[in-house]
Each structure stands twice: as C-alpha cells, then as structure tokens.
C-alpha cells in the first residue's frame, strides 16, 4: 500500500521572507487585468457540477507576467514528455462520486473518512486460503500481486485496459473447508503504520452505489471491527449484486443490508455503517468455483449518474497527471516532471506590480520565524488538513484607479523550471500537456474566479500577457467543472497580432493559475479542493 505525506518543497526563502503570502516556492507572477470588463457568453462544451456555466475569455479579463524562479542548478531536473498512441473512449460513462475507473486514473476510492495516515480508500483482497498455497484466490488482471506494492501504478494499467479494477475470483474446494470465500474491498478510514484498522461512522450517508460486471451472482458486505467479524462471520449485513455481462448501476441504502441468520452475532445495516472498516465484494460458495468482477465506479447513494467523460474528437490517451483531492492528499502529481520536485508546487502572485495592495491571508500563520523545508512543510499540510484544499481569504485593493481591477491568486508549476547556467537564471519548464485533454476542478470562491494557462517567461511576453483563459463562477457551495483546452480563449480586449488557443497553448504548458478578481475593496475567501485532467480526471471535494 502506498501513500505519501511529502507535500511541496520550499526553495526560495529570500522570496518568502520578502511577501508574507506565498503558498510555496516561486517569485510573484504579476498579473495586469484589462482596462474594461466585458462579458462573452458560455460554453456548453464546460461540464459543471452545478447550473453555473464556465465562460471563455469573459468578465475579469486579464493578463499575466510572469517573473523566473532564482533555484541552484542541483535543485533542477529537466523535464520531458512523450507521445502517446490514442486511445478510444466513449464519451460517456455512469459515475459515483467517490471513485470512477471512466475519470480517474486513480484506483483510490474518496471516502471521505481518512483516519488521518492518507490509506483510506485503497483496494486489498481476502479469501480463505491464508498462507496456504492452494485455495480460493484473487487474480488482479495485469499484475501479479506478489510483484506489486499496491501502489496506484500498478492499478492505473489495468484501468486503463479492462476499465475498471478486473479480477478473478477463484473458489477452491478442501478438505475441512466448507466456507468457501474470495473477494476485493476498500477501507473506510485506513490504517496506521502498525497495521492497526480503523472504522468510520458514515451513517449520516444514505448508502452506496456502484457499477460493475460479474459472470455470478456475489455479496456485497459491510465488514466492522476484527473482534466483531469473528461472531458475524459469515453472516454479514450484505445485499446481492445480480449477473450483468454489461455495466449495470446498482444503489443500496444501508437498510437494504440484511444477514441472513447463520450466525452468532446481529446487526442492521444501519448499525454496521455506524462502525464500518470496509466494504466487500465476495464470491462464496462450498464448491469450485470462478468469476470475473468489474467494479468501474464507486459512490455515495444517489451520486452515480451518466456524466461527460472525454473529448469525442480529441480521442485523447491517458495523462500521467493524477487527480488531486485535499481531503486525503498533500501533494499534487502531475506526471511531468521527470523528477523535477518542483513540478506541482503551488505559488501565490498578488497585484502589487500594478500599485495594487491585493493580498491573499492564510487560515493558519506561516512559519517566518522558521525559514526551513521541514517547517513549511507542516505548515502547508496543517492548511490543507484544515480546508480539505488549499484555501485563504482575498482582499483585493487598487491604490491608483487607472481602469485596472485588482486581483489575487495561487498556481501551481505543471513540470517545475528548468536552469540555464550560461546566463544563471530559472525558468518555468514547459510540457505539451495535450492528453490532458483540458483539466477539471472543485473549489468555492465568494467571487468569480479565472482559470488561466500559464506559459514561461519568454512565452507570456510573446503574446503580451493575454494568455487563454475561462471565467468560472463564485459559488460558496462546492463547485466542480471540466473544461477542456478548446474552451481556453485569450482575453477579448486582446487585439495583438499573436494569437494562440487553448488547444495550443497545452503543448507548451507551464503553469494553472486561478485569480479571484473584482471591484476594489472586495473581500472573500476561496479553497481549491480538487484539481485533475479533463481526460480521466474526476474532480469532487
């Protein structure tokens, strides 16, 4: 099982001392926003989780200046990429909420209920062999368990073959073995380092759903404490899912988990979820016996829906950027940054090159008076184990009126920087993103808020800092949209000779940056909760 608890790395302390804002490494982008606001109309292409449409190129344009990052030549690693084949799709898929093999590379479920050691949500299996080396077993399509870690890349190949997370289940009749049993599951809340299982109430939630394949009939199982399974076992609170040869949706209140009465212990459905540790997909039988299980999609009671999945032209292959979810990880993963530690760094830039005093406030101080890795490490993930993302509160101020909005933001670097030591200076590394096919995220924001690409330093003077943009709406409740790199426009003031697309401007991307913008004097808060690629992306708080 694999996780991590690393979260960005801090470099440039002399920065940091100078702006009491940053989030992590990198110098203040400076952004100039146009002399008038206009409005453009929305794009159907954008997917929101609400009826608020994402626009293009609409109120608030602006432009971006971006400064390079001073970084040593031994804290750079070049970045790279490589072409994909394509990969066909469907355009379409029936979702849940916490986990969708069609939009998330990740085979991680987002339950919600992490313990606190970042293991919730992954994928074991038992069965009643033990430490026997003939019995009933699992087979994991692609892999061989014995040679994996059960870290996500192992999962992420067979995701990307079979569609979902494909095993076999074998039953294997023994002598003195009359209960016969091999399954897959999830856990609710994660264990520590010594192996200890932790439950979770998540009775305030309805049920579960799920989408799937099986050749047989087999239980789906609502496991509790150790101590606890001994008595119930086998009799657990369970609902049957039926043979379906094609993806079939199934939802279940936990009501709607009995026992069957063969056992020494009883509980509802309702009781066990107050208690849960995991949620099993079982064959069990007294006989030999073989299925193959498709689980494809996860959620909570009501969420699985048929949801946007893929650009139908674009056809587009699977991203190494992997979803990135504040309530169970620090670190965002992009995949491009060839071991680049500063690909996925956030930074902060406010408008105070434009004699604007704009500023962005963080829910807990930073630590200046501890200018090292390891103190802004923990302060970082302090902030996101508070917000479930990364969030603060805006001020924006304009000191001179000349027509300027304010402004301020956070990005992130897509593959790090690069260092030239011919002319000692860092840039911004850039990546042809393309199979991203666009990016999706979940955030709240008190005001709109842009979604921009960002470009180096060289790039952005290229096309005068009016660089492809998409407005998204200010909502207090949690928000979720995808748009795709088509949907990115330049600003419209713009009329200079160079122009560029979204679709453009993903094969040499540097940076995804989001600004909240409006009148002078407007105050709020925001928090980035989610952030992954349009393709195989799937955004939730």
């Not at 713009?494 to 940076?511: D, P, Q, R």
């Amino acid at each position: 099982m694999h996780h991590t608890k690393k979260i960005l790395k801090l470099y440039v302390l002399a920065v940091i001392a100078a702006s009491a804002t940053f989030v992590a490494c990198g110098d203040s982008d400076t952004v100039a926003p146009p002399p008038s606001f206009e409005s453009s109309s929305s794009s159907s292409d954008i997917f929101a989780s609400s009826s608020s449409d994402a626009t293009a190129g609409s109120s608030s344009d602006f432009a971006v200046s971006s400064s390079s990052v001073a970084l040593s030549s031994s804290q750079i690693a070049q970045s790279s990429s490589s072409a994909q084949s394509p990969a066909t799709q469907s355009k379409e898929a029936i979702c849940g909420d916490m986990w969708c093999a069609r939009r998330d590379r990740e085979s991680r479920v987002n339950t919600g209920f992490d313990a606190g050691f970042q293991t919730s949500g992954y994928w074991f299996d038992e069965s009643d062999t033990e430490y026997q080396t003939e019995g009933s077993k699992i087979t994991w399509e692609g892999f061989d368990n014995r040679d994996c870690t059960f870290a996500d890349d192992c999962f992420a190949d067979m995701i990307e073959q079979y569609g979902g997370i494909s095993v076999t289940q074998t039953l294997k009749k023994r002598d003195n073995v009359s209960n016969l049993y091999a399954g897959i599951g999830f856990n609710i809340a994660g264990i520590d380092e010594l192996d200890k299982i932790y439950s979770a109430d998540v009775s305030n939630k309805d049920g579960i759903c799920v989408v799937y394949t099986s050749d047989s009939d087999i239980s789906l199982e609502m496991h509790i404490d150790e101590n606890s399974n001994t008595f119930l076992e086998p009799d657990f609170p369970r609902v049957t899912l039926p043979p379906a040869t094609t993806p079939i949706m199934k939802e279940f209140t936990w009501n709607d988990f009995k026992q069957d009465g063969t056992g020494n212990m009883k509980i509802t459905g309702v009781d066990a979820a107050k208690n849960l540790v995991s949620l099993m997909f079982m064959l069990r039988g007294n006989q030999d016996k073989s299925n193959q299980l498709n689980i494809m999609s996860i959620g909570r009671y009501g969420s699985c829906r048929t949801v946007a999945n893929v650009d139908s032209v674009a056809q587009l292959s699977k991203s190494p950027f992997r979803t990135w979810h504040g309530s169970r990880d620090y670190e965002i993963k992009t995949g491009y940054g060839d071991g680049n530690e500063l690909s996925g760094v956030w930074y902060e830039y406010e408008d105070y090159r434009q004699n604007g005093g704009s500023a962005v406030r963080w829910p807990i101080d930073p630590p200046y008076d501890n200018f090292s890795e390891d103190s802004f490490d923990s302060w970082r993930m302090l902030i996101i184990d508070s917000c479930k993302g990364i969030c603060g509160k805006y001020l924006l101020s304009m000191y001179e009126q000349d027509g300027i909005a304010p402004f301020a933001g956070i990005g992130f670097h897509i593959a790090g920087v690069v260092y030239d030591p011919e002319i000692q200076k860092s840039s911004l590394a850039t990546v042809d993103a393309t199979n991203m096919g666009g990016i999706c995220v979940s955030y709240t924001s008190d005001t709109d808020m842009i979604i921009q690409m960002g470009f180096n330093d060289d790039k952005d003077a290229e096309f005068g800092y009016a660089l492809p943009i998409v407005s998204v709406p200010g909502s207090k409740e949690v928000n979720t949209v995808y748009v795709k790199w088509s949907q990115f426009k330049q600003p419209s003031w713009y009329n200079g000779e160079k122009k560029i697309s979204g679709v453009e401007a993903a094969k040499s991307l540097a940076a995804i940056r989001f600004l909240m913008t409006g009148e002078n004097g407007t105050e709020g808060n925001f928090n980035i909760m989610s952030i992954g690629p349009y393709n195989r992306g799937y955004c939730s708080p």
